[in-house]
């Protein structure tokens, strides 16, 4: 009992056990690193998220507000999966994938397609989507509260420590390792399946025209399926990655949701657009808030507030967005 | 040590005292006082011993002052149920606490610690046959003021007169207008912001409020040689309140202070620690620098998470208010690393001090049966409100809020409770001045808060237990 | 036996009928046209065949089978094929990949090859715009874009609407000039909706005369061309009542 | 010993407030096909007006000038007992402070309604929605960080009724004013949408084109529907400020514009009546869904289904919302379809005149991907 305490016992002493080194990087340069570091995770997940959002838009014309809660499911999908279940990290990233995956394909199949075949408007599926994410959201909240207490916050067990220092001062763990990695590696599977398979070529062609799609004979009903499975499992992945990051509650998604609707519509809905708009999204949000607190001291709860002028600007002056990189398809719509 | 042995032992007397007579008073029979008493007098040994070992850490009023109250509260209880008063049926306690947001993982324990008071008093109840039971009616307020104000509302709606929550100091303040105008009792068990400090209203506060522990943060960091500060908190009346009172005071002791403040219910605190850790940065990460955290759950554990990995952070020493003993920075409900940082940076809170009694041996027991673990600090203050609500409604004779409030400062100054001896100031505040100083320790792979020093927010003395 | 046989054909859009019984046929290695004012329901007849527009009541039998109540890629996958008259492109995929989109019933590689080549063999512009996206084409283009897009498929049966709408004169002669190429190149029978009444008369084997959702006139194209009580319907001068 | 009548009385206050959104929400969604999910913007406007203005007067006029340093006076703890001094005392004050809020609230709205409408120039259908949507969370970001105009975090609390110098009567007193305004609101909006301004807005709804060749000027008609939804919402912010007590940024969040969507939805778009009984059935659900009103209700319920109910209750909407959408997208009581000889005569005009290729091409489309509603 007293072994620990002797170790530091003197409570009134001013000096930590921590060794004291010096400082090697100004402050600001530290902070910007900072800020750029963090940027490039959450734009990461931003780019995950907001990617499926684009495509299930550009095929379904769903701008599916039910989106942010697949992150959700994802995180505690692998939470149930890997810390419960016990089935591993892997378990948790397969579950992470899987689940949100077929979860969004059941919204599409009970919500959104009976909608779509009497014609609703996509102003309808807004709303309808909206509903989804209600039903979606508020169930897990009320399962937490109710039934299983530990859900109403979670994390994945490997907590993320500093596994490199930048100057001595800038921690970087894993995770700011992990999520670009994850962006990097669905982008370039995405890209593939795109231009590489007729599947993903279908895929582009139905979002491209999907009357002469179906006309052409293709599968509109395989590309939904498909399209909303990437949508949600590329949304659950994000939420993975953000669990190991920060813990989770049945919010967390909700707090995206216009995070993602920015980087989307930042990349005018076009694949590598929304991915770019994502992770600038990301980096430009965390540094711009660093230096207008530093220098004005303008509050950081402004933070989600600028994704939103982002986004209202965007949708004003360029509502075809501003980087839309058209080669590769998912254009914004006519 | 200004309760020596002597004291415990004649409190624990007057308390079985009174307890004797009031059971009796409750036409409850010769069987239930035997029993009560019995109880108690088991509880004697062990609570005699705890005040020995504390060497009886001060803060507690003189036992002379318990004696006397414990028997007249009783009595006047017993007055006004023997009277029938208007009591019958099921008298409504509302509890506005907080089970998700900022308390999601301590609010449910404070719950739990009211639930059990309502429990105890009810079976009480049906052993003296009393024509009536209360009824405890919960309802989340999201740890928000606007939450809380809904809450309030429609208890208001419901007839309910008598409250216990909100926990925070932003909820308090901001259902006490409605409390006031619609005449319902509120009992904080938690509060301790400035900003819900008023005279002669509806709304008391279990905790003693912060214009105490302000002072006595600053004295304590300023009298461990720390010349600069830099305070994290939340942006609400109790964070902003309680960083406004240690900045005075530390700048008055001729000490540097920056303040960061933040919006609560954030998802993520990335930003704000980095803040933090350019500020640190500023002032130099050296012996001479302090870092002040106060938050709650959900905010805390996510700057300490990103606290823990930041090197310049970990330079400084770390200080926190009653807010951040909670257990959820601590396994098993936060990683480990959470818990190593914080005993790293040789982290240390200022809780007020309990004094300790039979009835906190009572509660702390009952507590850890029914729940099957030991109660955070406010839980004890959760108990204490729900007591000191239906003793008051019990005494009162009658469900009416004008009636508590009228009665419940004598209440609560005959009264000893878990939290020890409840003697409310002009603004229904508990008056109290001494603070536990606890840190963050490992004892066979497990992680507590150990209190290691006390201070006295007036001298700013401090007197270390090792 | 004909390619297509559309009875009392009942067609429209949600709840308002725009097609009010309408019979027309198709024979093996036929261009038959349907020619008419504005408004007077030529591609609606067709988008309703082909199951795009609303079909209230009637038949549609395709090489002997009953196709009425089959959803439009059904249709496809029988063997029918259907140029619209705008959109009928994929704009955001390449001359290549449309191509590809067009065979994307064929799961024979080779066969792929071989109507690649035949496609090539009638538009050859478009092999050397392979790998340009279909968005950048000029309209010409893209029309024959959508031909060869619907050739791919291998179809028996293509119904064309209004291909030469919005084209320069002399651009849209060399694309029916194409149509009778593929006609008799690939043996394909093909049912075509025209806005320019007299070039579509002059070119094809039988037309239909629609005002009003109705038949007006039937018969050879040249016949129709001459009949004077029909004239000012092309020229467009007065809407016939409807 | 729980009081029904004061659950009832809540409850119906609630409703006359949501009324007059749910009706100023079919204005502009119903009549005009503007989906206007900023909604709560506009509410949230009148709200912080009134708490910002009858605090400020209410201090200012009992003399009270001990405020936290960098914070608006009245959002100290004991400035409200300063307010509750001076609305008790002084009934001009009190009834003085309420009226003018409510007017300047209408303009405040109306004006901030014209300048919102510039997005619904630009945009339609679900992108307009997302940034008016955006545009509400803007303004509640701001006012949740500034502590101008509403106190930041904690809110500004304290605000008395117009009614607290009659005591405990004043609640009743309130109720019927609320209802006073929600009826004469309802008829107001029933005659606008009934005269040829209502069919200016649904012409611009169903057709932009036709209308604008018939002489409408879209800008105007969208701005004035605009301008007077968001007078009403303001009017309806307002009330709900004085009703609560306070004015807390963080109630503002969209969650209020998807229970006014429900309500309209459900009732039925550009239908008054339907109005009514959609925003009374969501109103009903919201407010007693709600574990105290349950537990003191005395509904035996399990402890798990009262820590969730209010979860549930959201569920509950999301269900609504989506089988409403699913089986009765024209609501419980549908639009009823003008039939007016003029409109019968501009239908026809239409008719006849307009099948040129363009329309001919825009029916089409419409009817493959996207009514032109959207």
Same mark, same amino acid.
């Given at each position: 009992?007293?072994?620990?305490?002797?170790?530091?016992?003197?409570?009134?002493?001013?000096?930590?056990?921590?060794?004291?080194?010096?400082?090697?990087?100004?402050?600001?340069?530290?902070?910007?690193?900072?800020?750029?570091?963090?940027?490039?995770?959450?734009?990461?997940l931003f780019a995950?998220?907001?990617?499926?959002?684009?495509?299930?838009?550009?095929?379904?014309?769903?701008a599916?507000?039910?989106?942010?809660e697949?992150?959700?499911?994802?995180?505690?999908?692998?939470?149930?999966?890997?810390?419960?279940?016990?089935?591993?990290?892997?378990?948790?990233?397969?579950?992470?994938?899987?689940?949100?995956?077929?979860?969004?394909?059941?919204?599409?199949?009970?919500?959104?397609?009976?909608?779509?075949?009497?014609?609703?408007?996509?102003?309808?599926?807004?709303?309808?989507?909206?509903?989804?994410?209600?039903i979606?959201?508020?169930?897990?909240?009320?399962f937490?509260?109710?039934?299983a207490?530990?859900?109403?916050?979670?994390?994945?067990?490997?907590?993320?420590?500093?596994?490199?220092?930048?100057?001595?001062?800038?921690?970087?763990?894993? =995770?700011?390792?992990?999520?670009?990695?994850?962006?990097?590696?669905?982008?370039?599977?995405?890209?593939?399946?795109?231009?590489?398979?007729?599947?993903?070529?279908?895929?582009?062609?139905?979002?491209?025209?999907?009357?002469?799609?179906?006309?052409?004979?293709?599968?509109?009903?395989?590309?939904?399926?498909?399209?909303?499975?990437?949508?949600? !499992?590329?949304?659950?992945?994000?939420?993975?990655?953000?669990?190991?990051?920060?813990?989770?509650n049945?919010?967390?998604?909700?707090?995206?949701?216009?995070?993602?609707?920015?980087?989307?519509?930042?990349?005018?809905?076009?694949?590598?657009?929304?991915?770019?708009?994502?992770?600038?999204?990301?980096?430009?949000?965390?540094?711009?808030?660093?230096?207008?607190?530093?220098?004005?001291?303008?509050?950081?709860?402004?933070?989600?507030?600028?994704?939103?002028?982002?986004?209202?600007?965007?949708?004003?002056?360029?509502?075809?967005?501003?980087?839309?990189?058209?080669?590769?398809?998912?254009?914004?719509?006519? | 040590?200004?309760?020596?042995?002597?004291?415990?032992?004649?409190?624990?007397?007057?308390?079985?005292?009174?307890?004797?007579?009031?059971?009796?008073?409750?036409?409850?029979?010769?069987?239930?006082?035997?029993?009560?008493?019995?109880?108690?007098?088991?509880?004697?040994?062990?609570?005699?011993?705890?005040?020995?070992?504390? &060497?009886?850490?001060?803060?507690?009023?003189?036992?002379?002052?318990?004696?006397?109250?414990?028997?007249?509260?009783?009595?006047?209880t017993?007055?006004?149920?023997?009277?029938?008063?208007?009591?019958?049926?099921?008298?409504?306690?509302?509890?506005?606490?907080?089970?998700?947001?900022?308390?999601?993982?301590?609010?449910? $324990?404070?719950?739990?610690?009211?639930?059990? !008071?309502?429990?105890?008093?009810?079976?009480?109840?049906?052993?003296?046959?009393?024509?009536? $039971?209360?009824?405890?009616?919960? *309802?989340?307020?999201?740890?928000?003021?606007?939450?809380?104000?809904?809450?309030?509302?429609?208890?208001?709606?419901?007839?309910?007169?008598?409250?216990?929550?909100?926990?925070?100091?932003?909820?308090?303040?901001?259902?006490?207008?409605? !409390?006031?105008?619609?005449?319902?009792?509120?009992?904080s068990?938690?509060?301790?912001?400035?900003?819900?400090?008023?005279?002669?209203d509806?709304?008391? $506060?279990?905790?003693?409020?912060?214009?105490?522990?302000?002072?006595?943060? @600053?004295?304590?960091?300023?009298?461990?040689?720390?010349?600069?500060?830099?305070?994290?908190? $939340?942006?609400?009346?109790?964070?902003?309140?309680?960083?406004?009172?240690?900045?005075?005071?530390?700048?008055?002791?001729?000490?540097?202070?920056?303040?960061?403040?933040?919006?609560?219910?954030?998802?993520?605190?990335?930003?704000?620690?980095?803040?933090?850790?350019?500020?640190?940065?500023?002032?130099?990460?050296?012996?001479?620098?302090?870092?002040?955290?106060?938050?709650?759950?959900?905010?805390?554990?996510?700057?300490?998470?990103?606290?823990?990995?930041? +090197?310049?952070?970990?330079?400084?020493?770390?200080?926190?208010?009653?807010?951040?003993?909670?257990?959820?920075?601590?396994?098993?409900?936060?990683?480990?690393?959470?818990a190593?940082?914080?005993?790293?940076?040789?982290?240390?809170?200022?809780? +007020?001090?309990?004094?300790?009694?039979?009835?906190?041996?009572?509660?702390?027991q009952?507590?850890?049966?029914?729940?099957?673990?030991?109660?955070?600090?406010?839980?004890?203050?959760?108990?204490?409100?729900?007591?000191?609500?239906?003793?008051?409604?019990?005494?009162?004779?009658?469900?009416?809020?004008?009636?508590?409030?009228?009665?419940?400062?004598?209440?609560?100054?005959?009264?000893?409770?878990?939290?020890?001896?409840?003697?409310?100031?002009?603004?229904?505040?508990?008056?109290?001045?001494?603070?536990?100083?606890?840190?963050? =320790?490992?004892?066979?792979? #497990?992680?507590?808060?150990?209190?290691?020093?006390?201070?006295?927010?007036?001298?700013?003395?401090?007197?270390?237990?090792? | 036996?004909?390619?297509?046989?559309?009875?009392?054909?009942?067609?429209?859009?949600?709840?308002?009928?725009?097609?009010?019984?309408?019979?027309?046929?198709?024979?093996?290695?036929?261009?038959?046209?349907?020619?008419?004012?504005?408004?007077?329901?030529?591609?609606?007849?067709?988008?309703?065949?082909?199951?795009?527009?609303?079909?209230?009541?009637g038949?549609?039998?395709?090489?002997?089978?009953?196709?009425?109540?089959?959803?439009?890629?059904?249709?496809?996958?029988?063997?029918?094929?259907?140029?619209?008259?705008?959109?009928?492109?994929?704009?955001?995929?390449?001359?290549?990949?449309?191509?590809?989109?067009? %065979?994307?019933?064929?799961?024979?590689?080779?066969?792929?090859?071989?109507?690649?080549?035949?496609?090539?063999?009638?538009?050859?512009?478009?092999?050397?715009?392979?790998?340009?996206?279909?968005?950048?084409?000029?309209?010409?283009?893209?029309?024959?874009?959508a031909?060869?897009?619907?050739?791919?498929?291998?179809?028996?049966?293509?119904?064309?609407?209004?291909?030469?709408?919005?084209?320069?004169?002399?651009? %849209?002669?060399?694309?029916?000039?194409?149509?009778?190429?593929?006609?008799?190149?690939?043996?394909?029978?093909?049912?075509?909706?025209?806005?320019h009444?007299?070039?579509?008369?002059?070119?094809?084997?039988?037309?239909?005369?629609l005002?009003?959702?109705?038949?007006?006139?039937?018969?050879?194209?040249?016949?129709?061309?001459?009949?004077e009580?029909?004239? #000012?319907?092309?020229?467009?001068?007065?809407?016939?009542?409807? | 010993?729980?009081?029904?009548?004061?659950?009832?009385?809540?409850?119906?206050?609630?409703?006359?407030?949501?009324?007059?959104?749910?009706?100023?929400?079919?204005?502009?969604?119903?009549?005009?096909?503007?989906?206007?999910?900023?909604?709560?913007?506009?509410?949230?406007?009148?709200?912080?007006?009134?708490?910002?203005?009858?605090?400020?007067?209410?201090?200012?006029?009992?003399?009270?000038?001990?405020?936290?340093?960098g914070?608006?006076?009245?959002? %100290?703890?004991?400035?409200?007992?300063?307010?509750?001094?001076?609305?008790?005392?002084?009934?001009?004050?009190?009834?003085?402070?309420?009226?003018?809020?409510?007017?300047?609230?209408?303009?405040? &709205?109306?004006?901030?309604?014209?300048?919102?409408?510039?997005?619904?120039?630009?945009?339609?259908?679900d992108?307009?929605?997302?940034?008016?949507?955006?545009?509400?969370?803007?303004?509640?970001?701001?006012?949740?960080?500034?502590?101008?105009?509403?106190?930041?975090?904690?809110?500004?609390?304290?605000?008395?009724?117009?009614?607290?110098?009659?005591?405990? !009567?004043?609640?009743?007193?309130?109720?019927?004013?609320?209802?006073?305004?929600?009826?004469?609101?309802?008829?107001?909006?029933?005659?606008?949408?009934?005269?040829?301004?209502?069919?200016?807005?649904?012409?611009?709804r169903?057709?932009?084109l036709?209308?604008?060749?018939?002489?409408?000027?879209?800008?105007?008609?969208?701005?004035? @529907?605009?301008?007077?939804?968001?007078?009403?919402?303001?009017?309806?912010?307002?009330?709900?400020a004085?009703? =609560?007590?306070?004015?807390?940024?963080?109630?503002?969040?969209?969650?209020?514009?998807?229970?006014?969507?429900?309500?309209?939805?459900?009732?039925?778009?550009?239908?008054?009546?339907?109005?009514?009984?959609?925003?009374?059935?969501?109103?009903?659900?919201?407010?007693?869904?709600?574990?105290?009103?349950?537990?003191?209700?005395?509904?035996?319920?399990?402890?798990?289904?009262?820590?969730?109910?209010?979860?549930?209750?959201?569920?509950?909407?999301?269900v609504?919302?989506?089988l409403?959408?699913?089986?009765?997208?024209?609501?419980?009581?549908p639009?009823? +379809?003008?039939?007016?000889?003029?409109?019968?005569r501009a239908? *026809?005009?239409v008719?006849?005149?307009?099948?040129?290729?363009?329309?001919?091409?825009?029916?089409?489309?419409?009817?493959?991907?996207?009514?032109?509603?959207?």
């Amino acid at each position: 009992m007293r072994g620990r305490i002797s170790r530091s016992s003197s409570w009134e002493s001013s000096t930590l056990a921590r060794e004291v080194s010096t400082v090697e990087l100004p402050w600001y340069i530290a902070g910007i690193i900072r800020a750029i570091l963090d940027g490039i995770l959450m734009g990461s997940l931003f780019a995950l998220m907001a990617v499926g959002l684009t495509i299930v838009y550009r095929v379904t014309q769903v701008a599916n507000f039910a989106h942010a809660e697949y992150v959700t499911y994802g995180a505690y999908a692998a939470y149930v999966f890997a810390v419960t279940l016990e089935f591993g990290m892997i378990g948790g990233a397969v579950a992470a994938l899987v689940i949100p995956g077929i979860l969004a394909v059941v919204n599409d199949e009970l919500v959104f397609k009976p909608l779509w075949r009497r014609g609703s408007t996509p102003l309808h599926f807004l709303v309808a989507s909206i509903g989804s994410g209600l039903i979606l959201r508020y169930s897990l909240l009320a399962f937490a509260a109710s039934v299983a207490t530990e859900f109403l916050k979670i994390r994945l067990p490997v907590f993320p420590k500093a596994i490199y220092q930048i100057g001595g001062i800038v921690p970087v763990t894993y =995770v700011h390792l992990l999520a670009p990695a994850v962006g990097v590696a669905a982008t370039v599977l995405l890209h593939l399946l795109f231009t590489r398979t007729k599947l993903g070529k279908a895929m582009r062609a139905t979002a491209s025209n999907p009357t002469l799609a179906r006309i052409t004979g293709i599968n509109i009903f395989l590309i939904r399926r498909v399209t909303w499975f990437i949508g949600g !499992a590329l949304a659950g992945i994000a939420g993975y990655i953000y669990a190991y990051y920060t813990p989770a509650n049945p919010e967390t998604g909700w707090f995206f949701l216009l995070w993602i609707f920015a980087a989307a519509i930042m990349g005018g809905f076009t694949f590598y657009g929304t991915i770019i708009s994502g992770i600038l999204l990301g980096i430009i949000g965390n540094v711009t808030m660093f230096i207008a607190n530093q220098t004005v001291g303008l509050s950081t709860s402004y933070q989600p507030a600028i994704a939103l002028v982002v986004l209202v600007a965007v949708l004003l002056w360029r509502p075809e967005g501003v980087i839309r990189l058209q080669s590769l398809s998912l254009r914004t719509r006519a | 040590m200004a309760v020596g042995k002597e004291g415990a032992i004649l409190a624990i007397v007057a308390l079985i005292i009174g307890l004797a007579i009031g059971a009796a008073a409750f036409k409850g029979g010769g069987e239930t006082v035997t029993e009560t008493v019995t109880q108690t007098v088991t509880q004697e040994k062990t609570v005699t011993q705890t005040v020995t070992a504390q &060497g009886g850490s001060g803060g507690a009023a003189p036992a002379q002052t318990v004696t006397q109250t414990i028997t007249q509260t009783v009595t006047q209880t017993v007055a006004g149920a023997g009277q029938g008063g208007g009591l019958s049926g099921e008298i409504p306690i509302g509890l506005a606490i907080a089970v998700s947001g900022g308390y999601s993982v301590d609010g449910p $324990r404070r719950l739990n610690g009211a639930m059990l !008071a309502i429990e105890e008093f009810n079976s009480f109840l049906e052993q003296v046959g009393a024509p009536f $039971r209360f009824k405890p009616i919960h *309802e989340d307020t999201g740890s928000k003021p606007e939450g809380a104000v809904n809450v309030i509302n429609r208890f208001a709606g419901l007839g309910i007169k008598v409250v216990v929550g909100p926990l925070s100091t932003s909820e308090t303040k901001a259902v006490m207008p409605i !409390a006031n105008e619609k005449k319902i009792v509120i009992i904080s068990p938690s509060s301790t912001g400035k900003a819900a400090a008023l005279p002669d209203d509806y709304v008391f $506060r279990m905790p003693p409020p912060d214009t105490a522990q302000g002072p006595a943060l @600053a004295k304590l960091i300023k009298g461990m040689g720390y010349e600069k500060l830099v305070i994290i908190a $939340r942006d609400d009346d109790y964070g902003r309140g309680l960083a406004n009172l240690v900045k005075e005071n530390f700048e008055n002791m001729g000490g540097q202070v920056s303040v960061i403040t933040y919006q609560p219910n954030q998802p993520d605190y990335a930003n704000e620690v980095n803040q933090l850790s350019t500020e640190v940065s500023k002032f130099g990460a050296d012996e001479k620098t302090a870092v002040l955290i106060i938050a709650f759950d959900t905010d805390g554990t996510n700057i300490l998470e990103h606290a823990s990995r930041d +090197p310049v952070l970990g330079k400084v020493r770390w200080f926190g208010p009653d807010s951040m003993k909670r257990n959820t920075f601590l396994p098993p409900d936060a990683p480990k690393e959470i818990a190593d940082f914080l005993m790293s940076v040789n982290f240390l809170v200022t809780t +007020p001090s309990i004094a300790r009694n039979p009835v906190t041996e009572h509660f702390e027991q009952a507590y850890q049966q029914k729940y099957g673990e030991s109660p955070t600090p406010y839980a004890y203050y959760a108990y204490d409100a729900a007591w000191v609500a239906m003793l008051s409604v019990v005494a009162a004779g009658k469900y009416d809020g004008e009636a508590v409030k009228q009665i419940l400062p004598q209440v609560a100054f005959h009264f000893m409770g878990a939290t020890g001896h409840k003697v409310l100031d002009k603004n229904g505040d508990a008056a109290f001045a001494a603070y536990d100083l606890s840190t963050v =320790v490992e004892e066979n792979g #497990e992680y507590k808060f150990k209190v290691v020093g006390i201070i006295d927010s007036a001298t700013g003395q401090i007197t270390w237990y090792e | 036996m004909p390619v297509l046989e559309a009875r009392d054909i009942v067609g429209g859009y949600r709840d308002s009928v725009v097609i009010h019984g309408v019979t027309i046929t198709l024979g093996d290695g036929e261009i038959v046209a349907l020619v008419g004012p504005n408004g007077s329901g030529k591609s609606t007849l067709i988008k309703t065949i082909y199951g795009v527009a609303r079909l209230f009541s009637g038949k549609v039998i395709f090489l002997g089978r009953d196709v009425t109540a089959l959803p439009p890629e059904q249709k496809t996958r029988e063997g029918m094929s259907f140029v619209p008259q705008t959109d009928n492109i994929f704009p955001d995929l390449t001359v290549m990949e449309n191509l590809e989109m067009g %065979a994307y019933l064929l799961d024979d590689p080779g066969k792929f090859k071989e109507r690649l080549e035949l496609v090539f063999s009638i538009f050859p512009d478009l092999e050397r715009f392979r790998d340009r996206l279909a968005g950048s084409l000029s309209g010409g283009q893209r029309q024959m874009l959508a031909m060869a897009r619907a050739l791919m498929s291998e179809p028996k049966l293509m119904f064309l609407d209004e291909p030469t709408a919005g084209l320069a004169p002399k651009i %849209a002669m060399e694309l029916l000039r194409v149509l009778l190429k593929i006609r008799d190149e690939a043996k394909i029978p093909m049912l075509l909706v025209e806005q320019h009444a007299k070039r579509a008369l002059e070119m094809s084997d039988r037309a239909y005369v629609l005002a009003g959702g109705r038949v007006v006139a039937e018969g050879k194209g040249r016949d129709i061309l001459e009949r004077e009580d029909l004239q #000012e319907l092309f020229l467009g001068v007065k809407h016939a009542g409807a | 010993m729980a009081e029904v009548a004061g659950f009832v009385l809540n409850v119906l206050t609630f409703y006359g407030i949501y009324l007059i959104l749910a009706l100023s929400f079919n204005i502009e969604y119903g009549f005009a096909g503007l989906p206007n999910f900023g909604k709560v913007l506009f509410y949230s406007i009148g709200a912080y007006l009134a708490g910002s203005m009858s605090a400020w007067i209410a201090v200012t006029v009992a003399g009270f000038a001990e405020g936290e340093p960098g914070k608006p006076v009245y959002c %100290a703890g004991p400035a409200y007992t300063a307010m509750t001094e001076v609305a008790k005392t002084s009934v001009l004050v009190d009834i003085g402070v309420f009226m003018l809020s409510l007017v300047v609230a209408l303009i405040v &709205g109306a004006v901030v309604g014209v300048i919102s409408s510039y997005p619904t120039l630009r945009l339609r259908g679900d992108f307009l929605a997302i940034s008016l949507l955006a545009l509400g969370e803007i303004v509640r970001i701001a006012a949740y960080t500034e502590y101008w105009p509403v106190c930041g975090y904690d809110g500004l609390s304290g605000i008395p009724t117009p009614f607290a110098w009659m005591g405990d !009567a004043g609640k009743y007193a309130y109720t019927a004013l609320v209802w006073v305004i929600a009826g004469g609101v309802y008829f107001t909006v029933q005659r606008m949408t009934n005269s040829p301004w209502g069919r200016a807005l649904k012409s611009v709804r169903d057709d932009e084109l036709a209308a604008e060749v018939y002489g409408k000027n879209i800008a105007r008609v969208k701005a004035q @529907a605009m301008a007077v939804g968001s007078a009403l919402a303001a009017l309806a912010g307002v009330l709900y400020a004085f009703h =609560v007590g306070g004015v807390f940024a963080a109630d503002f969040i969209p969650l209020p514009t998807f229970l006014v969507i429900a309500m309209v939805m459900l009732g039925g778009p550009a239908n008054n009546k339907g109005v009514v009984l959609g925003t009374g059935v969501i109103v009903l659900i919201d407010q007693l869904l709600n574990a105290s009103v349950l537990n003191a209700l005395g509904i035996p319920l399990p402890q798990g289904f009262l820590n969730a109910v209010t979860y549930l209750k959201y569920v509950l909407m999301g269900v609504i919302i989506i089988l409403i959408l699913m089986f009765r997208p024209q609501g419980l009581i549908p639009e009823k +379809p003008l039939d007016t000889p003029i409109v019968r005569r501009a239908s *026809e005009l239409v008719s006849t005149h307009m099948p040129t290729q363009q329309t001919q091409a825009a029916k089409e489309n419409t009817s493959d991907r996207q009514d032109k509603r959207s």
